[in-house]
């Protein structure tokens, strides 16, 4: 995977240069309503993701911008390569290595899905889009899905750190400005909440798994056996540890500067559950509490979340 890595690395090295250079009204665009990050993002890639044909095999993990995808990446990405040690000679993995593209399935340029539809099964890829965003084709052909879904007063807070630390999104002064914004879907990526509600109409799927951030954070172990079980990779007991082991937050961490360059700083700040209570007002709170009700609250995904215990002081 160290192909991937230099691949994630330039790709957003470049993009941040580019962003250095843009004024604050310029690092976003919009795209079908929702805004996204110029320096990473483009119209022509989103249209030729349109056409992009997907396997029934394909691994795809989504989830909204700081829910944990990074986290969930780096076990899916040593469960396949355990998975493809198993089953594919050495010659053919030079092959794909070769091949490697950058995981995030709208990041990038319009040709990288001539170059995918290259590389051998299993295809792993990343995803921050709603369903509806979605090639038609990850629906038709049954490509497994894990979601993962976190509570929405910590994704507001670890996204308000994080367009702070990263020169391709608007920066705000205070937590209020950026929770004002993030409220009236102001801020790239478009509402949390909005993305929940359209994901929930997908959650019954045999072809989707829901695990929340939360619950791989209680019991990681855990986690990464039903992950394995869903996609359907065998794992030895050697196997096994030495996934939960790589995929610590202090291993990620320490290991950051190499799988995510000077992204890793910004990415791997604290991974923590209820950092919220260190920002949100009494009044931010209730909002929240409020729109969550209105929202998702009683649906799969909103009970999933358990947001009583983690969203309520």
């Excluded at 608007?170 to 102001?186: A, L």
């Excluded at 990620?252 to 209820?274: C, E, I």
Aim: charged content about 30%; proline content about 4%; glycine content about 4%.
């Amino acid at each position: 995977m160290e192909t991937s890595r230099k691949t994630f690395v330039g790709l957003v090295d470049k993009a941040i240069a580019a962003a250095n250079s843009m004024r604050r009204d310029e690092l976003l665009f919009s795209y079908k309503g929702t805004l996204y990050p110029r320096t990473l993002y483009s119209p022509e890639t989103f249209k030729a993701l349109e056409s992009f044909e997907a396997r029934s095999d394909d691994v795809i993990l989504a989830g909204y911008p700081k829910s944990g995808t990074n986290w969930l990446s780096q076990i899916l990405t040593d469960l396949i390569a355990i998975s493809q040690k198993k089953t594919r000679s050495r010659e053919s993995s030079v092959n794909a290595e070769e091949l490697e593209v950058f995981p995030y399935l709208e990041v990038g340029d319009a040709e990288k899905y001539e170059r995918m539809a290259k590389l051998p099964s299993q295809r792993f890829m990343v995803t921050n889009l709603r369903p509806e965003n979605l090639p038609k084709s990850i629906f038709k052909n049954n490509a497994k899905i894990l979601l993962l879904i976190r509570n929405p007063k910590d994704v507001a807070t670890s996204y308000f750190h994080f367009s702070k630390g990263v020169a391709t999104l608007p920066t705000y002064e205070t937590w209020d400005d950026f929770f004002r914004d993030f409220m009236t879907k102001k801020t790239a990526w478009g509402c949390y909440l909005e993305y929940l509600s359209e994901w929930n109409k997908y959650a019954d799927k045999e072809n989707i798994m829901t695990v929340t951030y939360e619950e791989v954070k209680e019991n990681p172990a855990l986690s990464v056996k039903n992950i394995a079980t869903f996609f359907g990779i065998p794992l030895t007991e050697e196997e096994f540890q030495l996934v939960v082991e790589r995929s610590s937050f202090q291993a990620m961490k320490k290991n950051s500067d190499k799988t995510h360059g000077s992204f890793g700083d910004v990415l791997f700040r604290k991974g923590a559950v209820s950092d919220w209570k260190n920002l949100f007002s009494e009044d931010q709170s209730e909002k929240m509490d409020k729109a969550f009700e209105e929202r998702i609250a009683g649906t799969k995904l909103g009970k999933k979340l358990k947001y009583d215990l983690y969203c309520k002081a």
